[in-house]
């Protein structure tokens, strides 16, 4: 399409496999990164796997002179905006931090476009803005609440969004409200670096089948669910990265933006992942029961009807993909510790 984005945040798990399905799709790609959870290693394999129309630019979403710099350097069609921090028992600890990546990194982002005439924007969203009692599975229009700093910040953000393109209608934005990313590129050359002990199921589950874990403990096993696990909606990252760039052409066709959930639409247990994890790579999953996790609700799943009839996206890969390419990633990619 010959058109050029700003990636903020490209770096990270969900950035990176989204700027090589741009770059795939023919935008030039520009990563705008602190580096804060990633490494700017990640350019070689993106750039070997997408193509090299790409370029990293170390900059923070917090401080106007980066942004400033960033769009007088370039002349960008979008943005993308990834960046932020996302781990949401750290955001009760530090609320603060919360609120400055992601709430004021965002108002930033939003006067640098402004200023720069650039009002197209795709939103990192997650299914922790819906309230915690709204039926699945989830549609856009379910009840919208937050338990914890993180998921304010999110809701936060969505509400800000929404004003700035109320008050003025050149802004398109489109919202993403990812589900559970998981997986990691088939190529087994990038996946996601969890940094400390994963709080995530994926990130846990390989971590201790690889033994950098004394085993996975299984948080809860009296849920009112087929086998008494917890129910998710687990979406490849390879299908969240080409939602991304859907939702580009959504809005570089259509005079407007949009809120779509990203899943696959189907809930799976813990139990159900564990399960498929150990026949799809042929190991054992060493793990526990335990005790509910604090704030988990039994089940949560996407109405994944909007974004198809929109944008003509849904997801295409399915558990044993996502079982197997991370278990790749863990065992002979950079993911290996
Ligand atoms: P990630 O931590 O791997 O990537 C975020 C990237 O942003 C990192 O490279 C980090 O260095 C960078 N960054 C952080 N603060 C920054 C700042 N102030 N300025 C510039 N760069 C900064 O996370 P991810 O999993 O790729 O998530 C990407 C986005 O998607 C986040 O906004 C997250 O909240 C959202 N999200 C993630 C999930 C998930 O499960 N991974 C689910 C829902 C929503
Ligand atoms: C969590 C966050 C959510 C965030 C999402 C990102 C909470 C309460 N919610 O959601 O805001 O958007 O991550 O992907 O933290 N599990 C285990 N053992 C483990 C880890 C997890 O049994 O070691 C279970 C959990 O209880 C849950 C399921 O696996 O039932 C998925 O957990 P997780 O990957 O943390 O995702 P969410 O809880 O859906």
């Known amino acids: 399409m010959g058109m050029k984005v700003l990636v903020t945040g490209g770096c990270g798990y969900i950035g990176s496999h989204t700027s090589v399905a741009l770059l795939q799709a023919g935008f030039a790609v520009v990563l705008f990164d602190n580096l804060s959870n990633s490494t700017s290693a990640v350019l070689g394999p993106i750039a070997r796997l997408g193509g090299p129309k790409v370029t990293l630019v170390q900059g923070d979403v917090r401080q106007p002179d980066d942004l400033a710099q960033v769009f ?25 931090n919360y609120y400055e990546h992601n709430v004021s990194g965002t108002l930033q982002l939003l006067r640098a476009m402004d200023v720069a005439g650039v009002r197209r924007l795709v939103f990192s969203s997650s299914a922790t803005v819906y309230a915690e009692d709204a039926a699945c599975p989830l549609n856009e229009s379910a009840a919208l609440d937050a338990t914890n700093p993180y998921g304010r910040s999110k809701l936060m953000c969505e509400q800000l969004l929404c004003d700035v393109q109320a008050a003025d209608p050149r802004w398109q934005v489109a919202v993403l409200r990812y589900f559970n990313p998981v997986g990691a590129h088939p190529s087994g050359e990038m996946g996601e670096l969890p940094i400390g002990v994963p709080q995530n199921l994926m990130p846990m589950i390989t971590q201790a089948t690889k033994g950098l874990r004394p085993h996975l403990s299984i948080f809860g096993d009296d849920y009112p669910t087929p086998d008494g696990t917890a129910v998710r909606d ?30 696959t639409g189907r809930g799976v247990s813990v139990k159900e992942m564990i399960d498929t ?11 526990r029961w335990a005790a509910r996790r604090a704030g988990d609700v039994a089940v949560r799943f996407a109405d994944v009807g ?3 009839q929109l944008m003509g996206w849904r997801a295409q890969l399915s558990l044993d993909e996502m079982c ?9 990619g950079a993911g290996a510790p």
């Open 234 to 263: 687990y979406i490849h990252v390879q299908d969240l990265a080409a939602g991304h760039v859907a939702a580009l052409a959504y809005m570089a066709h259509q005079d407007k933006g949009l809120t779509v959930n990203l899943g």
């Open 324 to 332: 197997r390419d991370a278990w790749r990633w863990q065992t002979t």
């Open 306 to 308: 909007l974004a198809q």
């Open 277 to 287: 994890f150990e026949r799809v790579n042929a190991v054992q999953v060493p793990y």
């Open 72 to 96: 007088a350097d370039h002349r960008f069609d979008a943005v993308i905006h990834f960046a932020g921090l996302k781990a949401v028992s750290e955001s009760v600890q530090v609320p603060l």
